[in-house]
Structures are given as C-alpha cells and as structure tokens.
C-alpha cells in the first residue's frame, strides 16, 4: 500500500506540473536583437524568411502608399511581437489573415498582438497597410540614412546602420537576413532601382510598374530601394548580368564602364562572384559615404574608383558574410576597403610597402588619428577609423602572416561563412589558425589599442 501510495502521488505530481507548464502564458517577443549600441533594433520570438513590399510613390510629395508582407517562423510562444518601423501611418495589421490590435512605441517600434498566441516553431505571415513620407536617419559619419530626397524630385534610400526601416516594417537587425521583393508603382517617366534581378516592366494608365527580386537573403542595411527618372545600362561579365542606374545629372558612366574590369579582378583575389546579378546606382549628389548594398552599390557624385572597387568588394566582404554587431564593422569593411590598395599595386605597379610607410610616417605624431579603435569603436563611431586606419592594419596584418595564408585569409573567409554574419572575435580566431601564429600582441596593438602600435607590429619582419 506504501508503494502503490508513493505512485500514485508521484503520478499527481508529475500531472500537475504538466498542467502548470502547460497552462504558461505565452510570452511576448523582445523588443531588441541585443546589439551593444542599438539595443532596441530588431526583434526577438520570430526570424523572418522573407519580405514582399507593394508601395505607390508620389513624386509631388516623396511620399507612399504601400503594403508590407512578411513571412517569418516563429522561435517561441508568443503573445505580441515587434516590428521596426520609423515614422508613417500604419492603418492596419494581420496575422496569418486575421486582423491584429497594433500600438507604437519608442523611436521604431510597431507592437503587433495577434487575436490567438502564435505556437513555437509556426510559420507565420504579417500584413502591415501604412502611408506617407518617410524621414531620412542622421548619422555622425555616414550622413543621412534611409529614404530622402535627391536632387531631380526622386528619393534614394541606402545606407547603414539604418536604412530599411524608414520606408517598410523590418526586424531591423544584420542577423536576420531574407529575401526581398519590392514592387513600386510610379507615374509614367519614373522607375525603380532595388536588389537583385528586375522584371520588365509594364506601363498602363499612365503608371509603370517595376518588381524587383533579391532571392538571395539579405541583411536589412544592405536593401536599396532608388525612384527617380533613371536611365539604365545592362550587359554581361560572364555568367553575372549587370545592371547600372544613372540618376538625372549624375556623372557615373565612366566608373559604371569600369564594374566588369573591377569585377573580373575581384574574382581573381575573392573568388567567384556568387550573387547573380550586379550593377552599381549612381546620383546626382555627393555622399559622405559611399554604399555596399548588396547586388547593387550606390555611389554618389564623389565616388572614385577605389570606392567602386570598395562597395563590390564588400558584395564578400560585408554582403554574403556580414556583420555581427555594429561593433564588428572592421571585420568586413577594412578588407573590402584594401582591395582597392591591391588593384593599386595589381594595375598600377603601387608599390604598397613605400606607400605604406610614407603614410604611418604622415600620422606617427597623431594621437588623434591612433585612438580610434578599429574593434568595438563606439557607438556613433563604426565607421571613423575603417577606412584610414585600418587599411594600414591590413596591410600590416599581410606582412605579418605572409602571403600565402593572406591570400586564403581573403578569398577563404567570406566563402566559408557565406550566408552568414561573423564578428572580429570569429575573425581574430580565423586569422590565428589560418596563419598558425599567436597574434594577440599585434592585434590587441592594432585593433583595440588607443596609440600607435610600436614599431615590430608597424613593421612586421
């Protein structure tokens, strides 16, 4: 009786903690992806597969009309989760069909609550309806960000960290990459530029219609979308179709006629080119910063050819694999930036070595220029030291390991990690194995240190 007594509230137990378990409140999705600097970009419960955006642009006001469609699985029960949405009205929202209750709040966040909880591991689609003119994003060094205005009445929206949330609803974070449609409907005269590959487009009833198709996922920073009364130029670098978009006024033939050059070196140094398409978008205006998008690079007035060679080198070096945190922006943008050195000394017989030294020697006494850190630089701060500073540090890096584990260091890593983010934590172990070096006292000089590295890590033997 002992024993069948023991059992039996055993048996009690066990059913009454499956019932409380069970009978658990689903929990709501967080409001941050965790990012050290933008704590509150992107969102946690779900991970998105893809979007598909439907927007009418109105060139009198640089506004829009558009719906949002996001298909996503979930990675917990959840009770409401979030989107990233700056500014615009929304008016409605659905879940898997069903209207949904949504609130704004904070900077960006669009707070859905679904008419049931939403299961662990469901597929899930989202409708957002929204209207109206979207605000570009200020960044200390990058500029405007986002959807704004250009010169001939059109808008372009690029850049990075932000971008993608001032004109669709998003989970606003590098680690959530998906594919993306865009189609826009534009009065007659005016066209789309985007990701990816373009459909022809049909005009009727004086409106043309444009989709656009990224079948390769992306990261949130790197979607472009551009409307203007652009002219388009397309030919072929074998198997990769390119397309080229030239804003009204802007002067980016000549560097457009150089994409194939750049592109069949970059092959040479990276490997094969792994997206299907490519071109480059070209403004009117200068940029303070010229911009990787993924497929598609938009270049302002200002651009030279090392900043064609830049923005296609981060198609490796920042697109297939990309960022982790915005602290990690070194990983990738430092060795897309040096490929414009190597065709320098590939092209142009540089010798990278007296220019190397000619430029530590122009910045040796400049405490400013070495306290930038290239490694968890600070917020506000991710793109101040990438391109000065850490070009030298690659070049540097390349003595120090050789040419050899260099050169599978550049084409290597990227490939291995295609599809995927990685931070300098992951490449410094790279770096380690690869050269089968202990290099935490020249790193720890280059990329966290604060002065100048001395002189055995300025000039490895």
């Given at each position: 009786?002992?024993?069948?007594?023991?059992?039996?509230?055993?048996?009690?137990?066990?059913?009454?903690?499956?019932?409380?378990?069970?009978?658990?409140?689903?929990?709501?999705?967080?409001?941050?992806?965790?990012?050290?600097?933008?704590?509150?970009?992107?969102?946690?419960?779900?991970?998105?597969?893809?979007?598909?955006?439907?927007?009418?642009?109105?060139?009198?006001?640089?506004?829009?009309?558009?719906?949002?469609?996001?298909?996503?699985?979930?990675?917990?029960?959840?009770?409401?989760?979030?989107?990233?949405?700056?500014?615009?009205?929304?008016?409605?929202?659905?879940?898997?069909?069903?209207?949904?209750?949504?609130?704004?709040?904070?900077?960006?966040?669009?707070?859905?609550?679904?008419?049931?909880?939403?299961?662990?591991?469901?597929?899930?689609?989202?409708?957002?309806?929204?209207?109206?003119?979207?605000?570009?994003?200020?960044?200390?060094?990058?500029?405007?960000?986002?959807?704004?205005?250009?010169?001939?009445?059109?808008?372009?929206?690029?850049?990075?960290?932000?971008?993608?949330?001032?004109?669709?609803?998003?989970?606003?974070?590098?680690?959530?990459?998906?594919?993306?449609?865009?189609?826009?409907?534009?009065?007659?005269?005016?066209?789309?530029?985007?990701?990816?590959?373009?459909?022809?487009?049909?005009?009727?009833?004086?409106?043309?219609?444009?989709?656009?198709?990224?079948?390769?996922?992306?990261?949130?920073?790197?979607?472009?979308?551009?409307?203007?009364?652009?002219?388009?130029?397309?030919?072929?670098?074998?198997?990769?179709?390119?397309?080229?978009?030239?804003?009204?006024?802007?002067?980016?033939?000549?560097?457009?006629?150089?994409?194939?050059?750049?592109?069949?070196?970059?092959?040479?140094?990276?490997?094969?080119?792994?997206?299907?398409?490519?071109?480059?978008?070209?403004?009117?205006?200068?940029?303070?910063?010229?911009?990787?998008?993924?497929?598609?690079?938009?270049?302002?007035?200002?651009?030279?050819?090392?900043?064609?060679?830049?923005?296609?080198?981060?198609?490796?070096?920042?697109?297939?694999?990309?960022?982790?945190?915005?602290?990690?922006?070194?990983?990738?943008?430092?060795?897309?930036?040096?490929?414009?050195?190597?065709?320098?000394?590939?092209?142009?017989?540089?010798?990278?070595?007296?220019?190397?030294?000619?430029?530590?020697?122009?910045?040796?006494?400049?405490?400013?220029?070495?306290?930038?850190?290239?490694?968890?630089?600070?917020?506000?701060?991710?793109?101040?030291?990438?391109?000065?500073?850490?070009?030298?540090?690659?070049?540097?890096?390349?003595?120090?390991?050789?040419?050899?584990?260099?050169?599978?260091?550049?084409s290597n890593f990227p490939t291995i990690n295609q599809g995927w983010n990685q931070g300098w934590h992951d490449l410094e172990l790279y770096l380690e194995a690869e050269a089968q070096l202990d290099l935490k006292e020249f790193l720890e000089a280059w990329s966290h240190g604060t002065a100048i590295p001395a002189d055995k890590h300025l000039f490895p033997a």
């Amino acid at each position: 009786m002992r024993k069948l007594s023991l059992t039996l509230g055993a048996l009690v137990s066990t059913l009454a903690l499956g019932a409380g378990t069970a009978l658990a409140a689903p929990e709501p999705g967080k409001d941050g992806a965790g990012d050290p600097y933008y704590p509150t970009d992107g969102n946690g419960g779900y991970d998105v597969s893809a979007y598909d955006v439907k927007l009418s642009y109105h060139p009198a006001t640089r506004g829009l009309d558009a719906i949002a469609k996001i298909t996503a699985k979930t990675t917990q029960e959840l009770s409401r989760f979030n989107l990233d949405l700056r500014g615009l009205k929304v008016s409605s929202v659905k879940v898997n069909g069903q209207p949904a209750k949504f609130t704004r709040t904070g900077e960006h966040e669009l707070v859905i609550t679904p008419v049931s909880p939403l299961a662990k591991d469901a597929e899930i689609t989202v409708e957002v309806a929204y209207c109206g003119q979207p605000q570009p994003v200020r960044h200390p060094v990058t500029g405007l960000g986002g959807w704004r205005g250009t010169p001939s009445g059109g808008v372009i929206a690029a850049g990075a960290p932000h971008s993608a949330s001032t004109w669709f609803p998003v989970n606003d974070t590098p680690m959530d990459k998906a594919t993306f449609t865009v189609t826009t409907t534009t009065p007659q005269g005016w066209h789309s530029v985007s990701n990816g590959t373009r459909n022809k487009p049909s005009t009727s009833n004086g409106k043309t219609t444009t989709t656009w198709t990224a079948t390769d996922p992306v990261s949130p920073h790197l979607i472009m979308l551009g409307i203007d009364k652009w002219t388009f130029q397309e030919s072929t670098v074998d198997s990769t179709s390119v397309l080229s978009a030239f804003a009204p006024g802007s002067n980016g033939k000549a560097l457009a006629d150089k994409l194939p050059e750049v592109l069949k070196f970059l092959n040479g140094k990276l490997g094969d080119y792994h997206f299907g398409t490519v071109g480059s978008v070209h403004l009117a205006e200068n940029l303070p910063y010229q911009v990787g998008s993924q497929t598609r690079p938009v270049l302002g007035r200002n651009a030279d050819l090392n900043a064609l060679i830049r923005t296609l080198a981060a198609q490796w070096w920042g697109g297939s694999m990309s960022v982790e945190n915005w602290a990690d922006t070194c990983t990738h943008e430092c060795f897309a930036n040096y490929l414009s050195w190597m065709w320098a000394e590939a092209k142009e017989n540089k010798d990278l070595d007296a220019h190397y030294r000619k430029l530590v020697e122009s910045v040796r006494g400049n405490a400013a220029f070495w306290s930038r850190k290239l490694a968890d630089p600070g917020r506000g701060k991710e793109f101040s030291a990438i391109y000065d500073k850490g070009a030298l540090f690659v070049h540097a890096l390349r003595r120090k390991i050789g040419e050899r584990a260099f050169s599978t260091v550049l084409s290597n890593f990227p490939t291995i990690n295609q599809g995927w983010n990685q931070g300098w934590h992951d490449l410094e172990l790279y770096l380690e194995a690869e050269a089968q070096l202990d290099l935490k006292e020249f790193l720890e000089a280059w990329s966290h240190g604060t002065a100048i590295p001395a002189d055995k890590h300025l000039f490895p033997a």
